[in-house]
């Protein structure tokens, strides 16, 4: 269990601390001096149980004592009997407060100085004091760090605690705040800081954020001692090894399971203003933004109103001056502009907020679903406000769901899931359905505006449909289509089972006129102009009527008037899908060498299946696309 030690200037904080693990946490030369602490120190008790940060009283170091703050399990407050709560006591409540840190005790320190009358005084004071906070149930224990008194059952204490508390979850992934970083003979680069989530092995390989630095760890410290993994809720140091020194880590990086890096300059939350504030916060107000051991000014941008009266609390979006390793649930404090005092703090609940639309009452009460433990309804509402499928990567790492938590979400929600990792994307199974019947509604539409043509060409019924659609999501909802036979397919053309598109008589008889001059140069046919020449039609009426065969699907314009036959076509098609079998792409000059002719003609061939939908262009080749297989190019 990790103790965090909170309270005013000269209240004993240093001195509680040795008494109770023999450990002396002002390391530097100007402490020891001036007999102050300055900056974060650390102790451990002997058998391994306790971790202690001891933070610093002065009210111009509240930035350090913020970064110890933020991954504690168990706040030890500490008040000098002698003084009484002091205005650093109630600044370093009031963050305890905010911060939810609700497990803790008091240490009614410099007892042998009073007498009883001035120490039941105190108790009383101290009573009131902590009855509207999250330590209002705080036990008090009279010490003397000097003498020694009380110091006994004060570690009792600590210890039942130890054994009774509830542990940081050791699932999801890694995630450690830097609180320190020097230079080790013989091992090399050493980061410190307590584990807020996760676990962490010798040997596994980290990310540094928010620079995004690659690292392994060599060797680890949990609780000072030497260890194979340690997990949330401890102090742990690691042995670093990457391309990076001591001098580019700064304290408020985080060390991270690679997956977790998504370091964001916007984030949305819920704030809650002191309510010993004079004024309300305005909307726009400039603070600082404290969260794990980071400080980074922010703007606050209110999103239920243009002011926060003192005591209450707002949905706000925090807009960084630079970015920031967060995750959801983390909590942070807010420091007014001068950091001279803090204002309020919150609770992180988005990473990934909209650039607009932030005030409607959608994306307000999305906000307050992602509030609650249970990730479902918010993923409910994630998934009506984006139509064209929800990054589920993105919503699993807001919500720090690793994957197997993940995949029981998902499978709990019933969720139409289109592809891997982290370009999967999901659908409630009724937006699937709506999705489908979108796709039915556009098609009968351009079956009514075009009663001539065999159907809609692919990519413009995805655009006629939704067109922000991924492709992969949408060729998986034609193919769902096409197998219960709500769909069908006449080579590069979709359309309803009942559509059917016929030439004219006129146009028939002149189609079987002119089809064997195509048919006579199978791969290389003549152009209109060529047709026209040969067959003493002008050269408009071919161009017309060709349209309109292509129209029904007897003829494919490859390039610009020159139409192949639909059973030509066919055949390319089936040429190009054994090359790409057996090379796994397709080049012009694999395609001329299969069909004969020139590499011009090849390349518009080629150009043209791109173009349906039947391959895509990688560089100077062309792949096959997953779903070509749901395709008939023979007709």
């Known amino acids: 269990m990790i103790v965090g030690t909170a309270g005013h200037i000269d209240h004993g904080k240093t001195t509680l601390v040795k008494a109770l693990t023999g450990v002396d946490c ?53 008040i000098a009997a002698d003084d009484g709560p002091m205005p650093q006591t109630r600044e370093h409540l009031a963050i305890v407060d905010l911060l939810g840190l609700a497990h803790g005790a008091v240490a ?133 090894v990457g391309d990076f020194g001591k001098d580019d880590i700064a304290r408020g990086m985080w060390v991270l399971a690679p997956e977790l890096h998504a370091p964001v300059q916007r984030l949305h939350a819920r704030i809650r203003l002191l309510p010993g504030e004079a004024a309300p916060l305005a909307h726009w107000t400039q603070a600082h933004l404290h969260l794990g051991t980071e400080d980074v000014v922010a703007r606050i941008a209110l999103l239920e109103g243009e002011a926060l009266a003192p005591g209450g609390e707002m949905l706000a979006e925090l807009l960084l001056d630079r970015p920031m390793g967060v995750l959801h649930g983390d909590r942070f404090i807010l420091r007014n502009a001068s950091a001279q005092r803090s204002l309020g703090g919150g609770r992180v609940l988005d990473i990934f907020p909209p650039t607009r639309h932030k005030r409607t009452a959608e994306h307000l009460a999305y906000l307050r679903a992602l509030e609650s433990h249970d990730p479902r309804a918010a993923l409910a509402l994630a998934l009506a406000r984006h139509p064209a499928g929800l990054a589920l990567h993105r919503f699993a790492l807001n919500r720090l769901l690793d994957h197997a938590q993940a995949q029981a979400l998902w499978e709990s929600c019933d969720l139409v899931r289109v592809g891997d990792g982290e370009q999967a994307i999901g659908f409630s199974t009724a937006q699937w359905q709506a999705l489908g019947e979108r796709v039915l509604q556009a098609a009968a539409a351009e079956h009514e505006r075009a009663p001539d043509m065999v159907g809609v060409e692919r990519d413009r019924l995805r655009r006629l449909t939704l067109a922000a659609l991924a492709r992969p999501a949408y060729d998986r909802l034609v193919a769902d289509l096409m197998a219960d036979g709500s769909l069908l397919a006449h080579g590069s053309w979709l359309h309803l089972p009942a559509h059917r598109a016929e030439l004219t008589a006129g146009d028939a008889e002149l189609w079987r006129t002119l089809q064997p001059l195509l048919d006579a140069s199978r791969f290389n046919p003549p152009r209109v102009r060529d047709i026209a020449t040969a067959s003493s039609i002008s050269e408009g009426r071919v161009r017309e009527l060709l349209k309109r065969v292509a129209r029904v699907g007897a003829a494919y314009p490859v390039a610009h008037d020159h139409y192949f036959s639909a059973a030509v076509v066919g055949e390319l098609a089936a040429t190009v899908a054994d090359i790409a079998a057996h090379k796994g792409h397709v080049r012009a000059a694999d395609l001329r060498n299969a069909i004969g002719g020139g590499r011009k003609v090849a390349i518009h061939i080629l150009e043209f299946f791109d173009r349906v939908g039947y391959t895509r262009r990688v560089r100077d080749a062309h792949c096959l696309r997953q779903n070509a297989g749901h395709r008939s190019w023979i007709t």
């Open 26 to 78: 002002d390391r530097l030369k100007e402490e020891k001096a001036r007999g102050i602490t300055l900056d974060l120190g650390y102790a451990y008790h002997a058998d391994g149980q306790l971790g202690f940060v001891d933070v610093p009283g002065h009210e111009r170091l509240i930035h350090n004592m913020l970064a110890g703050a933020t991954g504690i399990d168990y706040v030890l407050l500490v």
């Open 108 to 240: 009614l320190t410099k007892v042998d100085c009073v007498d009883a009358a001035r120490l039941a005084a105190v108790q009383r004071e101290i009573s009131a004091l902590l009855a509207p906070t999250t330590l209002a149930a705080a036990p008090v224990f009279p010490v003397s760090g000097k003498s020694g008194e009380g110091v006994a059952a004060l570690s009792t204490a600590l210890h039942t605690a130890a054994q009774t508390a509830q542990l940081r979850s050791a699932q999801g992934g890694f995630r450690l705040a830097i609180d320190r970083a020097f230079h080790l003979p013989g091992a090399g680069l050493i980061v410190t800081g307590t584990a807020f989530a996760g676990s962490v092995r010798v040997g596994d390989s980290v990310c540094i954020s928010p620079p995004g630095w690659r690292a392994r760890v060599r060797s680890l410290h949990a609780q000072d001692r030497a260890s194979e993994v340690g997990q949330a809720g401890q102090r742990i140091a690691l042995n670093l």
